[in-house]
């Protein structure tokens, strides 16, 4: 069985500061491991997705997540805030175990930005 | 490329009816996941399509169902509405092989309120 920790439900930064929102997993499998981002009333949008080849991993608007097997974690990393950055992020795991492809996600972290 | 749609964008519902949502994936794409999103519980996976066959379902009463018609369209219905049942239903679209690390990318969903 699959399982996603977001290790903090909301993170507030200012604006322009550093961005470090906290995941760990837990898969039977080699996982593939994504972060989506969720703007009030609307759908889910991915950031980035990792499958096995670099274990850093460039999204978009300047994120960017690192994949630490010896620590189980993909923690999603932007140098400098922005307002428009204010949102829910979802750390996800792919269950490739089967011939589905289920995803589980983390509880989410809630970001806020103060200008 | 057309992202995925869902219709309606809001529904509302009283306790006791049923209801079906539908989703039309990227075109190209032949899988079709769905999710239920709820304060409470997060985001949960509902059941997985491909190819008009159910690959995966999730831990849900037999109250939730789906199909997937042969244009890859998908439908969900829920019997029996409850006031639990109060989400918003995510449906993604994945590319055209069964059980790849594709990406999902998600529609902006469906608001339903029981009442």
């Known amino acids: 069985a699959q399982s996603v920790t977001q290790l903090d439900s909301h993170v507030s930064v200012s604006e322009g500061t550093p961005v470090l929102l906290r995941c760990n997993y837990s898969s039977s499998y080699s996982p593939s491991l994504f972060w989506y981002v969720q703007h009030p009333n609307k759908g889910l949008q991915l950031l980035l997705k990792y499958t096995s080849a670099a274990t850093l991993v460039k999204g978009i608007n300047g994120f960017e997540a690192e994949f630490k097997k010896s620590e189980t974690s993909f923690h999603l990393t932007k140098p400098s805030a922005h307002m428009s950055d204010a949102a829910e992020y979802f750390c996800?795991?792919?269950?490739?175990?089967?011939?589905?492809?289920?995803?589980?996600f983390g509880g989410g972290t809630r970001l806020m930005v103060k200008p | 490329k057309a992202g995925v749609t869902q219709t309606p964008r809001y529904l509302i519902k009283t306790r006791g009816q049923q209801v079906t949502l539908s989703c039309s994936p990227i075109s190209g794409h032949r899988s079709v996941s769905w999710y239920q999103q709820t304060p409470g519980q997060g985001l949960q996976f509902l059941f997985e399509?491909?190819?008009?066959?159910?690959?995966n379902k999730g831990n849900f009463p037999g109250r939730f169902s789906g199909r997937q018609f042969s244009n890859s369209r998908s439908e969900m219905n829920v019997s029996t509405l409850e006031l639990g049942d109060s989400a918003l239903y995510l449906c993604?679209?994945?590319?055209?092989?069964?059980?790849?690390?594709?990406?999902?990318?998600f529609g902006p969903g469906t608001r339903l309120t029981v009442l």
């Open positions: 399509y491909f190819s008009e066959t159910q690959r």
């Open positions: 996800v795991v792919s269950d490739r175990s089967n011939a589905g492809n289920m995803l589980t």
């Open positions: 993604a679209s994945r590319g055209r092989l069964a059980g790849s690390t594709d990406t999902q990318y």
